[in-house]
């Protein structure tokens, strides 16, 4: 969600200050009101890593989408897509029979996505349809591990400080200005599709909009931010390349050492 322009503290993006003592890329890339595709971020991330090259630099590819760092990682075959089917599929209400018309059409795609995972169920049937084939026929799959010479790794927090921390982090947001952030974007030309997903604002969303206190979208940011912690964890540990650091007190003290030697690996290569 770092791709979108001024949503910027619930997406927890790098300040300007931290941009300028280190270059990011592949931030800021479009205004909310874009539906963003992992396809645009796929071009996006390699023009950022040709110009990284470019000047001799390393690239270290940050964050906790896993579908966005697989699709990189292991250059999957990405299908295209049909705009007036999706349309169709998202004027249905009914994600359960969206599922079950998913699981008759593509058993095998139905079987790697959540039942509640709207937005992948629609995807996978808009490209079923659309395609004439398939949703899982596009590539080896997220469940297939072939070799990579990207070196990936894995911080991991015992669950209590995870919950305390994710808490901490909801309300710094907060504090920040978050409710004020959102309702400016909101204000001007709003949130696309993908946009409003994004925890944090869906939430506020629904507070601007009278449906929640905004207490209540405090507690719902917390908790879905902790199911999507938990999630992402399940995601990266099915990938037996991912190598793993227990962090206990300070995280940059206890991966930078991982990261320090994975940069010289690469660059010796």
Avoid at 77 to 99: C, S, V
Wanted: hydrophobic share 40%.
């Amino acid at each position: 969600m770092q791709v979108y322009r001024r949503m910027d503290i619930g997406t927890a993006k790098p300040t300007p200050a931290e941009q300028a003592e280190v270059p990011h890329h592949c931030i800021d890339l479009v205004e909310p009101t874009v539906d963003f595709t992992v396809a645009a971020y796929k071009t996006a991330h390699a023009d950022a890593l040709a110009n990284i090259e470019a000047v001799g630099g390393v690239a270290l590819i940050v964050g906790g989408t896993g579908l966005y760092h697989r699709v990189v990682i292991d250059d999957f075959d990405l299908p295209g897509e049909w705009p007036a089917i999706r349309e169709d599929l998202d004027g249905q209400d009914d994600t359960a029979a969206l599922y079950e018309r998913l699981e008759s059409l593509d058993p095998m795609a139905a079987s790697r996505i959540e039942p509640s995972n709207r937005r992948r169920i629609v995807r996978a049937l808009e490209v079923t349809l659309g395609s004439g084939r398939p949703f899982s026929s596009f590539g080896p799959g997220v469940d297939c591990y072939p070799p990579t010479n990207v070196v990936q790794i894995g911080i991991r927090r015992p669950r209590p400080v995870l919950r305390e921390l994710i808490e901490r982090r909801v309300h710094g947001m907060i504090d920040d200005g978050l409710v004020d952030e959102v309702r400016t974007i909101a204000a001007d030309r709003g949130f696309s599709r993908t946009a409003a997903q994004a925890l944090g604002y869906k939430e506020i969303l629904s507070h601007l909009a009278g449906e929640i206190s905004q207490d209540e979208a405090i507690h719902l940011i917390t908790t879905r931010t902790r199911q999507f912690a938990v999630r992402q964890e399940r995601w990266f540990r099915r990938d037996p390349r991912v190598r793993w650091i227990d962090v206990d007190h300070d995280p940059v003290a206890d991966a930078a050492p991982a990261v320090i030697d994975a940069i010289t690996e690469q660059r010796s290569r």
